[in-house]
């Protein structure tokens, strides 16, 4: 047997061209000289990847040949199907494209409901990639335009994904991952563990503003006397991240989310929740931080989060980014003194050394600038106002002293990457413009890729387009035509279906 496959498999045309290749190759270093231009190691290495493909594609394409079923009747998800003619349809693999002959069935009693067990069987993706080429194709995605990505993999050589399939790619995945998002969130949570190091559990929101499709005739219908929020054309996209410090304030890990534009972030809200509440659920110990910037909404989700989690062993500490704190000063500065001057500057170097190290930092910040709005007249008094405003409101969560001798974090650097990463690199680019679903599937794709989740979402991901496959009529005898459409099969072949065995078969008229 272990001879007629070797047989078979030097036989096929794609194996015969790589022999003959090397053949060659070798009797061309026997017959040049020392001096020859035969050295083109990157002419022969382009020759090789080629040929190496083309046999990977002809063997990829026999092997997605036996995922057909050649059956009478067969039965998926409780519901029977009949067969139809065996088209030929192409698949992209990891190797490039193969031309593969396969049955559609047809749902009994219906006309148009039809099925191809080939590709649920073998976990086809958007109907042209098998599981490794969807993998990877989405992987570049959440990096590069569709463009780029079509380019990049021009340049690997082998495989060639057009744009627009790439396109639907993402957001077939997407569609599959919004679909089971809940209990597939829960079950990637299920598989880590809480680092035994991890002493403070952080969480953080905030915004992006980003390019969205029909932005701006939203705006344009709002109603009147209300001002809209961000450019035109813009609207917020939702981050948030879950971060574990151990005792010295040194991160741990992070889980990163982010949503296209939603009322109330009410999404954004459920999966930070469920977030910290496995964390918890793992390690109830852990002190518990809210850290995010002054604006109000962030402070409201914040609340809602915390409000949906197990009452915690002291209570929640909220603290205000020091390095937004630290803008909010220098603008008081520069309304007081002027922007750019040598007392201004002075100024605001020893007010944010005493915000950072001493306990009435705040407060000190607030006499100061209280003072020179006396002093003020017009639009400086006006600007001086605001920062005394946004200090009078968040100085309690302004204890920075406090904080660092407590070993915790007072920046949210990691929620700035996170925004900067998940959103601004990859969706704000020039000349873009999203849609709701677009976006959505990019964003879900980098989080779970930043938050190393990619390779455990990937096996649910790819699971949820396979599906079981019942005989319930005996496989026909193939006819001359399936045969020369059909690549042969080997003799070691194994049924990769659960169909019953011949004498358990109904007779079905």
């Known amino acids: 047997m272990e001879v007629c496959h070797k047989e078979q498999f030097l036989q096929s045309a794609a194996a015969q061209e790589l022999v003959e ?120 995605m959440a990096h590069l335009t569709a463009g780029e990505s079509e380019t ?122 469920s977030e910290a509440a496995a964390i918890l659920t793992l390690d109830p110990a852990l002190r518990r931080i809210h850290l995010a910037d002054g604006a109000k909404d962030n402070w409201r989700l914040l609340d809602e989060i915390e409000s949906g989690l197990p009452t915690p062993h002291q209570p929640p500490i909220e603290i205000v980014d020091f390095y937004h704190a630290c803008d909010h000063l220098k603008r008081g500065c520069d309304a007081a003194w002027g922007e750019g001057t040598l007392v201004g500057q002075a100024y605001f170097e020893r007010l944010k050394a005493g915000l950072k190290a001493a306990d009435n930092g705040a407060a000190r910040i607030l006499r100061t600038l209280r003072f020179q709005q006396h002093r003020a007249t017009g639009n400086k008094r006006r600007r001086l106002e605001v920062e005394l405003t946004y200090f009078r409101n968040q100085g309690h969560r302004m204890h920075y002293a406090a904080y660092l001798r407590q070993q915790l974090p007072i920046a949210s650097g990691v929620m700035e990457a996170s925004c900067k990463t998940l959103v601004t690199q990859r969706l704000k680019r020039s000349g873009m413009v999203w849609s709701q679903a677009g976006g959505q599937a990019i964003l879900t794709l980098r989080s ?61 008229g």
């Open 448 to 508: 779970l890729i930043q938050s190393d989740r990619w390779s455990s979402a990937w096996k649910l991901l790819s699971a949820h387009f396979r599906q079981t496959i019942t005989c319930l009529n005996p496989p026909q005898p193939p006819s001359t035509a399936d045969q020369l459409e059909q690549p042969p099969l080997r003799s070691s072949f194994i049924w990769l279906f659960p169909c019953p065995e011949p004498a358990a078969w109904p007779l079905v």
């Open 152 to 273: 990049l993999f021009a340049e690997m050589g082998n495989r060639q994904p057009s744009r627009s399939s790439l396109d639907r790619l993402t957001k077939v995945l997407s569609c599959a991952w919004e679909s089971q998002r809940v209990t597939w969130e829960a079950q990637v949570r299920q598989g880590e563990r809480v680092p035994s190091a991890a002493k403070v559990i952080v969480l953080s929101v905030d915004g992006v503003m980003a390019p969205l499709r029909g932005a701006d005739k939203q705006a344009k219908a709002s109603q009147a006397g209300k001002q809209a929020s961000g450019p035109t054309g813009y609207k917020e996209v939702g981050c948030g991240t879950v971060t574990l410090y151990d005792a010295c304030a040194e991160r741990l890990q992070t889980v990163r989310y982010a949503r296209m534009p939603e009322a109330r972030k009410v999404t954004l809200q459920q999966q930070i929740e």
């Open 21 to 140: 290749f090397m053949e060659a190759r070798r009797m061309q270093w026997e017959k040049a000289s020392a001096g020859s231009a035969m050295k083109d190691l990157a002419g022969f290495e382009e020759a090789w990847h080629e040929r190496v493909m083309a046999l990977e594609c002809a063997l990829m394409g026999e092997e997605l040949g036996r995922y057909d079923v050649t059956a009478a009747v067969i039965e998926v998800a409780g519901k029977a199907y009949r067969r139809g003619s065996p088209p030929t349809e192409r698949y992209l693999t990891a190797a490039g494209r193969v031309c593969v002959a396969r049955h559609l069935y047809t749902a009994v009693g219906e006309e148009e409901q039809t099925l191809c067990p080939l590709e649920i069987g073998s976990g086809i993706i958007s109907g042209y990639f098998t599981p490794r080429a969807a993998r990877q194709g989405a992987f570049v």
